[in-house]
């Protein structure tokens, strides 16, 4: 029989004692630079994103356009749940020094902050998940877990506490502090590619998009759907949010195994971050995928029956 931990894997970085490392302690310049001592800054940017999404009625639309968003949508998708979460956030797979900053650069290029920011906030989220604690939980209010979260003020500084193994990395620690580089890049790429237009599909509607559709998992996904697994929180399975955000909707399924590369457990669970992890590890990019016990998943006893 399965013992308590591996049905709940240890998080990383969860044997810190708030206690001991207040978060009004730890100095935010090293790990988040100048963005973190100049909040309205990203405030304004990300107000100013969402705003900017109406030049779309000014510049009209192509196929170009749309192949450009659907790319950007898509690969930046990816760096989301292949990258930050998945292997920076729960260490599923291995990969190599150099890929690991594409992952890195990927997932800063949807302009979600850091990695080390958003991998500790992520391991904080499970070790407190819907309870006192959690950076965003439902339980404080749909707003407050799709969105309003972002701008209190208690999540702003990277716990580098909770994300030591990765913060050993130079490189990425320069990639944390600043975050805003990729997007720069990537909206620059954007209007060399598509002009105008290709700016404002490419790069404000794909990354408007993309905040909400991965936003979906904190605010819906504690409450859309049914629960299989016995976890200590409310989340639960969704096949519309796993199809919004490539898997990441077969939440009490991550939730029961933490570790588990592969989120859709079962073969109708489309999980497609997967997919495209084990398509990198036929090529040798990555490697070491973790996946569920199959006894552990099947095990009856570890099942609940509870209504959507």
């Excluded at 290029?109 to 407190?128: D, E, F, I, T, Y």
């Amino acid at each position: 029989m399965a013992t308590p931990a591996e049905v709940f894997p240890p998080q990383l970085g969860t044997d810190v004692d708030e206690s001991v490392q207040p978060i009004s302690a730890r100095p935010a310049v090293d790990a988040d630079g100048v963005w973190a001592q100049q909040r309205w800054i990203s405030r304004t940017l990300y107000w100013g994103i969402h705003a900017a999404c109406v030049l779309v009625f000014v510049v009209g639309v192509s196929t170009g356009d749309l192949v450009l968003l659907a790319a950007t949508f898509w690969a930046r998708l990816f760096g989301i749940t292949g990258g930050y979460h998945r292997y920076f956030s729960h260490k599923t797979y291995k990969t190599s020094r150099v890929f690991q900053f594409v992952l890195a650069w990927l997932g800063a290029s949807s302009v979600q902050k850091g990695p080390l920011w958003w991998a500790a906030n992520h391991r904080l989220h499970h070790r407190k998940s819907d309870q006192p604690g959690d950076p965003h939980s439902p339980n404080d209010g749909f707003w407050y877990s799709h969105t309003g979260w972002i701008f209190d003020g208690r999540w702003d500084v990277t716990r580098v506490d909770l994300i030591e193994d990765f913060n050993q990395y130079p490189e990425l620690r320069w990639l944390n502090r600043w975050h805003i580089v990729p997007p720069v890049v990537l909206a620059l790429l954007c209007l060399w590619i598509g002009g105008w237009s290709g700016g404002v599909w490419g790069f404000l509607v794909s990354t408007t998009l993309l905040w909400h559709s991965t936003y979906t998992i904190n605010s819906l996904a504690h409450r859309m759907g049914r629960r299989r697994y016995p976890t200590h929180d409310d989340s639960r399975n969704s096949l519309l949010l796993a199809l919004l955000t490539w898997g990441e909707g077969w939440h009490n399924n991550h939730h029961f195994f933490q570790g588990s590369t592969r989120q859709g457990f079962f073969w109708w669970e489309i999980d497609i971050t997967y997919y495209v992890l084990r398509s990198l590890q036929a090529v040798g990019l990555v490697w070491d995928m973790r996946e569920p016990p199959q006894a552990l998943i099947n095990d009856p006893k570890r099942r609940i029956q509870a209504a959507s």
